[in-house]
C-alpha cells in the first residue's frame, strides 16, 4: 500500500456526523481475514446495505452524485477500536484523504501508515465545506502536502494543516516506518545494554 | 514535568527523532489473533525475524467460541485466524497459550493476572483496551498492526509522546457504585473525545481505595474518553497483587524491583498539561442509553432532550436514539431487557463474578432473559468453582461459558439478536458492536445482575 503523496485535487463525499467510530467504519465480523485485501467492499457495511445486502439508497457511498478520494466526516472520526482494517478498508475503497476537525489517536496514526492523509480543519472551515458541497457535490478540494494546505475551491478559503516532518517526508516518498527502525538496531541494542534489567 | 508518564516515557526513549516521533523501547508485545495476522504477514514478506521473542506473548480470545473449545472452531474463518497466530507464534518462536491452554484467556485479564504486565513497563498490543495494563503502573496502550509489525521487527515504535492528564477523584463510593460506574461517569461528563490526545493518571481517595481489578476496569475503559492509555501508579495494593504471580520477578530480584516500583510516582511538583478533579460521592451506579459509551446516566436519571444541541450534535443524537429505540428525555429504570452479558476485559474478573452472584444469590433469573456469563481466563473460571460461585449461579439458573472475548464485539456466535436489549459488562455501546442491530447498555456487574433477575432496569441498591 506504499503511494506516494504530493498534492490531490478532488471532489469531496460528505459524510457529517459526528463520533463515527471503528466498528461502523469496518464491522467486527469483516475482521476475520488475514491479509489486507478487500476491506473497501465493506466500509460503512451496515450503514451502506440492508440486511439483505442490498443497498441503501440515501447512503452517501451509495449516491452517484457524490465521488471522490476525498472523505470529509463530522468530528471524532474514528473512535474506539484499534482495529487497522478501518484504515485499511478507507484506503482500499480509493480514499487518499479524511478532512474532520477531530480524529480519534490510533486511527490517526492507522491512517497515516497506510498512506491515507488525516487533515484537521477548523470547526468553521468543516462546516462551510459541508455547506460548498452540498450547494455543488461538484466542487473541489486541493490537499497540498508539502505547503500543507487544504483549499476549498468553491469559496476560495485555504487552511494550513499540521503533519510532523519526519511523517510528511515519509508519504511524500512512500517510505515507512519500518524501514527506519531497522535503521536504527545499533541504536535499539545500545538502549538495552544501557538498561540492563 | 515530572509526571510519572514523562518517568517511564523518558526511561524508554531510544532516540527523538527531529520534528518527530519518538523512537520508543517496548518490554511487553501482547498479540491476539485479529490485529496480527498482517504483521506476521508483513515480517515474512520482508524476510524478517523478530528481534526479542521472549518479550512478545501470543494468545487467541477474539474469536474463541465459549463452548466446546476441545473441539476444533466450526466457522472456517475464525478456525484460520486462531490456526494463523499459533503457526506465526511457532515460526517466530514466540510464547504462546493457545485455546484450552490453561493460561488462555482475553489478554488483557491475563497479563495481569500471570505477573507479564509490570509496573514502569511499556505494554502495547494491537487492541485500544490495551489501556487495561496500567492499573500495574505500566505505559500501556493500543497500537494498530503496522504499528505491531514495528514492534515484532524492532521492539521499538515510533510514537509522538502525548500530553499528560490527570483525573483526580476525591471522597469515597457509595453503596452499590463500582470501578465501571467510575468510568462510566467520567465518559458522561467529558466524552468519549474528552481525553483524546492524552495520557491519563487516575489519582485521589477513589482510586487508591479501589481494588487491583477495580483499577483494571478503570483503566480499561480510559480509551473510551479518547486517552492514549490510562494508569495508577503502583501502590502497596499493587505489590501484594503481583508478589508470587507465575511471571513477577522473585528472590533478590523481587526485592530490587519493588525497590524500584516505589519510586515510580508523580513528584509532588509535577505539572500536568490538563487536570480535572470529581468527587466520588456525586456517582451513582450508571447506565448508557445511547451508542457510544459517552451516552451514559444515573440509572435513576431521564436521558438529555434535545435542549441547547447543535444542529449537527442533534442529528446524531436522534441517530442513536433510533437506533436504540429511546425518546429523549425518557427514563429508562423498569425498562424491560432481554440478554445480559458478564464478562470482557473490562468486567470478566473474579471480582466480578463475587459481585454479579453477591445479587443473584438465592434468587431466580427472570424468565425471558437470556444471561451469558463469559470468565475472562481459565484462572478466572477455576477460581469461580473454587469458591463455589458456580454453584451459587447454577440454582439461581445461571451457567458459565467459557473464557474469551465473547459477545463484546461478538466475533465468535455469541451474537444479541437484531432490536434486543443487552445489558453488557463490556466497554462498547457502539451500533452493531455485540452482532447486527443488537441494542447494548453498558453497566456494572451489579446493575447487569440486577436486570437478569428482574428482567428490567433496576437501581441494584433496591436489592442489595
Redesign the interface.
Known amino acids: 500500500m506504499k503511494q506516494k503523496f504530493n498534492i490531490i485535487t478532488s471532489t469531496c463525499v460528505p459524510l457529517p456526523l459526528e463520533n463515527v467510530d471503528t466498528d461502523q467504519i469496518i464491522p467486527a465480523r469483516f475482521l476475520k481475514a488475514t491479509d489486507k485485501k478487500g476491506f473497501g467492499e465493506n466500509l460503512f457495511r451496515d450503514w451502506r446495505y440492508d440486511k439483505q445486502g442490498n443497498p441503501i439508497k440515501d447512503f452517501v457511498l451509495n449516491d452517484p452524485t457524490y465521488s471522490g478520494v476525498v472523505l470529509v466526516a463530522g468530528k471524532n472520526f474514528g473512535s474506539g477500536s484499534s482495529r487497522e482494517h478501518a484504515a485499511w478498508a478507507i484506503a482500499d475503497y480509493g480514499f487518499r484523504v479524511v478532512v474532520s476537525s477531530f480524529f480519534a489517536d490510533i486511527h490517526k496514526n492507522n491512517e497515516l501508515n497506510n498512506f491515507v492523509l488525516p487533515v484537521v480543519v477548523s470547526e468553521q472551515f468543516l462546516q462551510e465545506l459541508f455547506d460548498s458541497i452540498s450547494a455543488n457535490p461538484k466542487m473541489e478540494v486541493e490537499v497540498n502536502l508539502p505547503n500543507q494546505t487544504i483549499t476549498n475551491k468553491a469559496t476560495g478559503k485555504s487552511e494550513q494543516f499540521e503533519i510532523n516532518a519526519y511523517k510528511k517526508h515519509c508519504l511524500i516518498n512512500g517510505l515507512d516506518d519500518i524501514d527506519f527502525l531497522l535503521e536504527n538496531k545499533d541504536k535499539i541494542e545500545a538502549w538495552e545494554k544501557k538498561n540492563e534489567r | 514535568m515530572n509526571t510519572l508518564f514523562d518517568k517511564i516515557w523518558d526511561?524508554h526513549v531510544?532516540?527523538q527523532?527531529?520534528?518527530?516521533?519518538t523512537?520508543l523501547?517496548i518490554d511487553r508485545l501482547y498479540c491476539h489473533e485479529?490485529?496480527s495476522?498482517?504483521a506476521f504477514?508483513?515480517m515474512k514478506q520482508?524476510g524478517?525475524k523478530c528481534?526479542r521473542p521472549a518479550q512478545i506473548f501470543c494468545m487467541p480470545d477474539?474469536?474463541t467460541p465459549t463452548h466446546d473449545q476441545d473441539k476444533p472452531i466450526e466457522d472456517p474463518?475464525?478456525k484460520?485466524?486462531v490456526d494463523?497466530l499459533a503457526q506465526n507464534a511457532a515460526d517466530f518462536g514466540l510464547n504462546h497459550f493457545g485455546m484450552m491452554h490453561p493460561k488462555n484467556g482475553i489478554i488483557h485479564v491475563v497479563g495481569p493476572e500471570r505477573g507479564l504486565s509490570l509496573p514502569g513497563m511499556t505494554i502495547v498490543c494491537?487492541?485500544?483496551h490495551t489501556s487495561t495494563h496500567g492499573a500495574m503502573g505500566a505505559v500501556a496502550f493500543?497500537?494498530?498492526?503496522?504499528?505491531v509489525?514495528?514492534v515484532l521487527?524492532?521492539?521499538?515504535i515510533?510514537q509522538?509522546k502525548?500530553k499528560s492528564m490527570r483525573i483526580n477523584i476525591s471522597g469515597s463510593l457509595g453503596r452499590g457504585v463500582t470501578a465501571k460506574d467510575v468510568a462510566l461517569y467520567l465518559m458522561s461528563k467529558i466524552s468519549?473525545?474528552g481525553a483524546?490526545?492524552y495520557f491519563v493518571e487516575y489519582a485521589g481517595s477513589v482510586v487508591k481505595d479501589l481494588s487491583m481489578e477495580g483499577r483494571l476496569t478503570l483503566c480499561n475503559l480510559s480509551?473510551?474518553m479518547?486517552a492514549?492509555g490510562g494508569f495508577i501508579a503502583p501502590d502497596e495494593k499493587t505489590f501484594d497483587y503481583l508478589k508470587g504471580r507465575e511471571y513477577a520477578p522473585t528472590g533478590e530480584a523481587w526485592d530490587k524491583a519493588v525497590a524500584y516500583w516505589k519510586t515510580l510516582k508523580s513528584g509532588e511538583d509535577a505539572v500536568f498539561d490538563k487536570e480535572l478533579c470529581f468527587d466520588g460521592a456525586d456517582i451513582q451506579p450508571m447506565i448508557t442509553y445511547g451508542t457510544?459509551p459517552g451516552m451514559g446516566m444515573s440509572i435513576t436519571d431521564c436521558i438529555p432532550t434535545l435542549e441547547g444541541m447543535g444542529e449537527?450534535?442533534q442529528?446524531?443524537f436522534m441517530?442513536s436514539m433510533n437506533y436504540m429505540g429511546f425518546q429523549p428525555g425518557q427514563r429508562l429504570l423498569g425498562h424491560p431487557i432481554d440478554y445480559v452479558f458478564l464478562g470482557a476485559c473490562t468486567n470478566g474478573r473474579i471480582e466480578d463474578f463475587r459481585a454479579f452472584a453477591s445479587v443473584v444469590k438465592g434468587k431466580k433469573k427472570a424468565d425471558g432473559v437470556t444471561a451469558w456469563l463469559v470468565p475472562g481466563s481459565w484462572a478466572v473460571d477455576q477460581q469461580i468453582r473454587m469458591e463455589g460461585l458456580d454453584v451459587v449461579l447454577k440454582d439461581a439458573g445461571f451457567e458459565i461459558r467459557q473464557p474469551g472475548c465473547s459477545a463484546c464485539?461478538?466475533?465468535n456466535d455469541d451474537k444479541i439478536p437484531?432490536g434486543k436489549y443487552s445489558v453488557s459488562t463490556s466497554n462498547?455501546n457502539?451500533?452493531?458492536?455485540q452482532g447486527?442491530?443488537s441494542r447494548t447498555i453498558l453497566a456494572s456487574p451489579l446493575v447487569a445482575a440486577a436486570a437478569a433477575i428482574t428482567g428490567v432496569l433496576t437501581d441494584p441498591r433496591t436489592i442489595i
Open positions: 526511561a531510544v532516540q527523532i527531529e520534528d518527530g516521533p523512537q523501547y485479529v490485529t495476522p498482517q504477514a508483513g520482508r524478517l528481534l477474539h474469536n474463518v475464525s484460520k485466524q494463523t494491537g487492541d485500544s493500543g497500537i494498530g498492526t503496522s504499528e509489525e514495528m521487527a524492532s521492539q521499538c515510533l509522538q502525548p468519549t473525545s483524546t490526545g480509551i473510551e479518547g492514549r457510544n449537527a450534535a442529528a446524531s441517530k464485539l461478538a466475533m437484531v462498547r457502539f451500533e452493531g458492536r447486527p442491530g
